[in-house]
């Protein structure tokens, strides 16, 4: 009994959330000494206690029952249990007293459907507590969890007097409910009335609704409106002005406002929102440089972090700190008991199968607990890409046929895909039949291109062209492939007939062009040649996209950490540029004298001047 010695007050302030072994003996006490009946205020401080630990909730209502004619405030704070036994105690709080405006709030934010909030709000009107500030921001607040915008309009339109929590509770409840025009005018009439200054919360509300709809003018004016307010020093507005940027490609500015936040101050959130960023505007490289600078700040990932990092390995095939994220999943217990997010299994399969590692994939894939189709696409055309045609067919049955699962357009791909590495003609004509009748799937350019460069494999041209023309304007961009094909097999006339269809295609950029110049490079008519890159001049038809690749130099033998270095085609910015193009240059000298370029290679290329 010696806790029973400390002050009741210090006793009942304990912030944690209270043990049955401490509130029981302390509940005997109060009984037994009589406090409880005589001290309004030890009860509703009991009542508080019960209802901040869940296993003793049952206990509230009993209690206030039993004790007689209890204050209202004691009432209210048994109101934030669960909405069943929050409806006992306030039936009789409604016997015993007249319920005030704090009494309503818990049981609206409660509430499990719109009919009980309804009935809620028709008691509150009949109370006339409706329009007291309190309640009805709570009513506001529930009223646009369930969706009922208009109901919340209304309400708010008649409310007399509005502070800043009512406010936010529009700007920001029409923002969650996809709202965004009634968000932002809610937001303009906040900043005409200037009755009220506007918060943190309005301001990461409204560039929310910025960042969804892509909005940067409107952002970047609510940016200036920040710094003028000074708003620049909240972390949370900072975050949410990162991840506007971040989402409209604008990376050096979501930069800027991130390096504008003290070192001390930058959370999770704050490095998850610059990551998305540069993993949105496929910076890979400078995504993993700043995922070394997180785990040196000594932040904890999570695992929105880690989806962010492998994706960005997975596409630049950094396999070493690839494994060094796995590991940190597996240390760290994310992956505690196979809770890990599956997104963020996903990644970590994508990135094992991008990088060549497909066993390592297959045992993640196999010890995931939940997946999904995505889970299965990413497996399928991990063993599709490096020719495991066999595996990937296997792991398709089993999806569809032992786990039931529809497959979607991108798990038809890849079984596509895998067909048409591995040689298996026949299947894959097969499944392009099942997509269209068994699963009801449309095929799109990616698989009629597939079933196209399968049968161009094969040599079965005649085929391959047919597929061409059946998939019409859909498969437009096929004709690149079957153009391949013929390449390949040396037939020059189909090869520019090919060329030709694909230049007078809209959709075709600069590709039939090139693909055309390259043709008639490859058998030396050079005049054709030039008069075709003089008209892709005139027109001003460039390559849409130079070729960019990753290099990860260093490992456990290096005596230095992992670099990973960028190359983009035609580029000089490479501090050791001259050695790479000397060396460039010497291996194509070498490949050229020992006949190791193919005959059918056009040296003479409309990419190289």
Not at 16 to 45: D, E, F, I, Q, W
Not at 257 to 266: P, Y
Request: net charge negative.
């Amino acid at each position: 009994m010696a806790a029973l010695r400390v002050p009741l007050r210090a006793v009942v302030s304990v912030p944690r959330a209270p043990t049955p072994r401490l509130l029981l003996p302390l509940h005997a006490h109060l009984v037994v000494s009589g406090r409880l009946a005589a001290s309004p205020a030890a009860l509703t401080s009991l009542v508080s206690l019960y209802a901040r630990s869940p296993a003793l909730h049952h206990v509230i209502p009993l209690l206030v029952l039993v004790e007689p004619s209890p204050p209202v405030y004691c009432f209210n704070a048994a109101l934030s249990l669960p909405h069943h036994l929050a409806l006992q105690v306030f039936r009789r709080l409604c016997l015993a007293h007249y319920p005030d405006a704090f009494s309503f709030p818990p049981l609206i934010s409660s509430s499990p459907s719109p009919s009980q909030l309804l009935a809620l709000h028709a008691l509150s009107l009949r109370c006339g507590l409706s329009h007291e500030l309190f309640c009805a921001s709570a009513l506001l607040r529930a009223s646009l969890r369930f969706g009922l915008s208009d109901h919340a309009h209304r309400l708010f339109g008649e409310l007399p007097h509005r502070d800043v929590v009512v406010w936010n509770a529009m700007v920001n409840g029409f923002a969650r409910l996809g709202c965004f025009e009634r968000a932002v005018e809610c937001f303009r009439m906040m900043r005409e009335e200037g009755a009220v200054q506007i918060s943190s919360f309005t301001v990461t509300g409204i560039l929310s609704v910025c960042t969804t709809t892509a909005d940067l003018g409107r952002g970047s004016a609510v940016h200036g409106m920040v710094v003028k307010s000074a708003f620049d020093q909240e972390v949370s507005v900072c975050n949410a002005l990162v991840d506007l940027y971040g989402k409209c490609h604008k990376v050096d500015a979501a930069a800027r406002v991130f390096e504008g936040i003290s070192g001390t101050d930058k959370d999770l959130f704050s490095w998850n929102s610059m990551l998305s960023a540069l993993h949105y505007s496929a910076d890979h490289t400078g995504t993993m440089k700043l995922f070394s600078r997180m785990r040196c700040a000594a932040v904890w990932p999570d695992a929105v972090t880690v989806a962010a990092v492998l994706s960005a390995c997975s596409q630049t095939a950094a396999l070493r700190v690839g494994r060094e994220v796995h590991v940190y999943i597996v240390t760290s217990g994310l992956a505690c008991h196979g809770t890990l997010d599956v997104f963020a299994c996903n990644s970590l399969v994508d990135m094992y199968t991008k990088s060549g590692a497909l066993d390592e994939a297959r045992r993640v894939f196999d010890w995931m607990q939940h997946r999904d189709v995505a889970s299965w696409n990413i497996m399928i055309d991990g063993y599709a890409s490096h020719g495991r045609g066999k595996e990937a067919l296997e792991l398709f049955c089993q999806m569809t046929e032992v786990e039931q699962l529809l497959p979607d357009e991108i798990t038809l791909l890849g079984a596509l895909s895998a067909c048409s590495h591995s040689g298996l003609v026949e299947e894959g004509k097969g499944f392009l039949k099942r997509m269209k009748e068994e699963f009801c799937l449309e095929p799109q350019l990616e698989h009629y291109a597939c079933v196209t460069d399968m049968l161009g494999r094969a040599g079965r041209l005649d085929e391959a062209r047919k597929i061409v023309e059946e998939a019409g304007d859909v498969g437009i961009g096929a004709w690149r492939t079957y153009l391949a094909a013929c390449r390949m097999h040396g037939d020059k006339e189909k090869a520019q007939e090919a060329a030709r269809m694909l230049m007078m295609t809209e959709e075709s950029g600069s590709g039939g062009w090139v693909l055309l110049a390259n043709t008639y490079g490859w058998e030396g008519n050079f005049e054709e040649l030039e008069e075709v890159r003089g008209e892709m001049k005139r027109r001003g038809v460039q390559k849409d996209a130079p070729g960019c690749s990753w290099v990860e130099v260093g490992g456990e033998n290096s005596g230095s950490g992992t670099v990973m270095h960028a190359f983009v085609s035609g580029d000089m910015g490479h501090p050791e540029s001259d050695m790479i193009y000397e060396m460039l240059h010497a291996l194509i000298s070498w490949m050229r004298d020992c006949s190791h370029l193919s005959n059918t290679t056009p040296l003479y290329s409309v990419e190289h001047p």
